[in-house]
């Protein structure tokens, strides 16, 4: 089955600088890469997704860049805000019509934004 | 709408006992998902559902079983809990293949 890792599992910085979190999953049919946020003790929520047929998609502050030959993708937050300060999740699947998305998660990384 | 709910919040459970989880959602979406946290990990999809009476194993389905009569509902049952089920559950919705949306969860905890 897919396998997801993520780095680093802690990031700290300081407030306005931008912050940069990794993720590399092993197959290579995944075509769907969406980020979640999970503020202490409250639910996983969406925060940017991208498919494979796209290498870049922004969100005001936020962005997402996929590079399908290497099988990474990276979450990029820029003029980080103390708001950030979070648990951020990445996570593949494999679109298969007809079926649910079954999502394979990374660990997480704890993102501090110090004032 | 209230969006996906869960209930209970919290519970304690003794090893070898059952207990249902509840989770419903009021936005007519037909996927439905549960996934289990453990602490400093990321989510592990149990079981999922693409739409009333059918139900298919995730990653992590050992020693749960669902159902799911209704569009609505997706009950998560744990039948003999074992101190390896202690975690936070989370159930999840999706209008077909789009944005899943969680509940706020239940911390389950077996002793």
């Known amino acids: 089955g897919e396998n997801v890792e993520q780095h680093p599992s802690t990031l700290s910085v300081q407030e306005g600088d931008s912050a940069v979190i990794k993720c590399t999953y092993s197959?290579?049919?995944?075509?769907?890469f969406p980020w979640y946020k999970q503020e202490l003790g409250k639910r996983p929520q969406l925060i940017i997704d991208i498919r494979s047929n796209v290498g870049e998609k922004k969100d005001q502050r936020i962005a997402v860049t996929l590079n399908k030959t290497a099988k990474h993708f990276s979450l990029h937050i820029t003029e980080t805000q103390p708001e950030d300060s979070a648990v951020y999740f990445c996570?593949?699947?494999?679109?298969?019509?007809?079926?649910?998305?079954?999502?394979?998660f990374g660990s997480g990384t704890q993102l501090t934004v110090l004032p | 709408n209230a969006g996906v709910t869960q209930t209970p919040k919290f519970r304690i459970l003794k090893i070898g006992q059952s207990m249902t989880l509840q989770c419903a959602q009021d936005?007519?979406?037909?996927?439905m998902y549960w996934y289990r946290q453990d602490p400093g990990m990321g989510l592990k999809l149990i079981y999922y559902s693409v739409g009333a009476g059918i139900t298919d194993k995730g990653e992590v389905p050992n020693g749960y079983n669902v159902s799911r009569s209704t569009t609505e509902d997706f009950p998560l049952r744990l039948e003999l809990a074992a101190p390896s089920q202690t975690s936070v559950y989370f159930c999840?919705?999706?209008?077909?293949?789009?944005?899943?949306?969680f509940g706020p969860g239940t911390r389950l905890t077996v002793l």
């Open positions: 999840a919705s999706s209008l077909q293949q789009n944005e899943q949306f």
């Open positions: 936005m007519n979406h037909n996927y």
């Open positions: 996570a593949a699947s494999i679109w298969d019509p007809g079926s649910a998305r079954q999502l394979t």
């Open positions: 197959d290579s049919a995944s075509n769907y």
